[in-house]
């Protein structure tokens, strides 16, 4: 398996420009209008600080106003999904708009496969919705091996991951940084 690597950053799955800058900032004042609240890990359990700290809000997939964001998301994430990885796929989870903004939000490292009882998270993305210059740290690491890769950070690129890698978002130093992240789940392996 080849990886294209580009200064350490890693774009083989990577769908570059799926959104417009105006679309990016369409999608960032949309998810500030939505109820902003801390980031926390699974089902509404308030984080501890050494795992995560940065803030969210959700996307709802049933409001209509979403639905041309939900369209580009799933039509990539299936043509990523079938030229590389042609994992079973049944559904995608609601999007989260995440903001780290504050000097040192961050997301420590973790791996998003859970099973509950319709499946398995298999596939994660994260959408870049902040122009690079804007902010320093904040990086999108993906854990293959002893050096991290450091996923696209080109305005509107969704990059396309397995769950089951082990990944995380460094420190922010200065600035904010938007984010639109997803989870693509599908039957539990076998």
Known sequence: MAWFLHNNVHERWAWMDLFTPDECSEIIKMGLEDKVVSAYIGEGKETKNSVRKGSVSWLDEKDEKYSWIYRKCTDAVNQLNYKYFRYDLTFLETLQFTIYDKEKDFYGKHVDNMYRG?????????????????????ELHLHFENQPIIVNKKLGTLNLFSSMVLHEVTPMTSGTRYSLVGWVHGPNFK
Do not use: D
Request: net charge negative.
């Open 118 to 138: 319709y499946g398995c998270r298999k596939l994660s993305f994260s959408v870049q919705l902040s122009g690079e210059e804007t902010y320093e740290g904040g």
